[in-house]
């Protein structure tokens, strides 16, 4: 019923930033709860962060905290990862996913609708 399509992936160097947007389209995004979750090549998909419906409670893995900022724009049918102080090691397929929830998850098995994924490559 709602579908995500991300974009803002690209290369950048060691230290630099992006930012991610994911936009929704069918169902209004304020119906969801939110999420950004990654994959790198070999490894398996991790939570990268999360954001309740309304937007008040925000969540991030350790790897990320204090570096990465998840937000959303309801009027915009958008949601956010601004990426600073990016690392190697965060070079992944980065999947933004909807929630018919009001409260966020660290669980990807707990989204109902995901995007096709935007490439972030991150040089040393």
């Known amino acids: 019923q709602v579908q995500l399509v991300e974009s803002g992936g690209g290369l950048v160097q060691a230290g630099g930033s992006l930012r991610l947007s994911c936009t929704a389209s069918g169902r209004a995004v304020s119906t969801y709860a939110m999420g950004w979750f990654r994959q790198a090549p070999g490894k398996e998909r991790e939570f990268v962060a999360a954001i309740n419906r309304i937007g008040s409670l925000t969540y991030y893995a350790d790897s990320v905290k204090g570096r990465f900022t998840i937000s959303r724009d309801d009027a915009k049918s958008t949601v956010y990862l601004q990426m600073n102080i990016l690392k190697p090691e965060d070079t992944a397929v980065y999947s933004c996913?909807?929630?018919?929830?009001?409260?966020?998850?660290?669980?990807?098995?707990?989204?109902?609708?995901w995007g096709q994924g935007t490439q972030v490559t991150v040089s040393s």
């Open positions: 996913a909807a929630r018919s929830s009001s409260i966020a998850s660290h669980s990807g098995n707990d989204y109902n609708n």
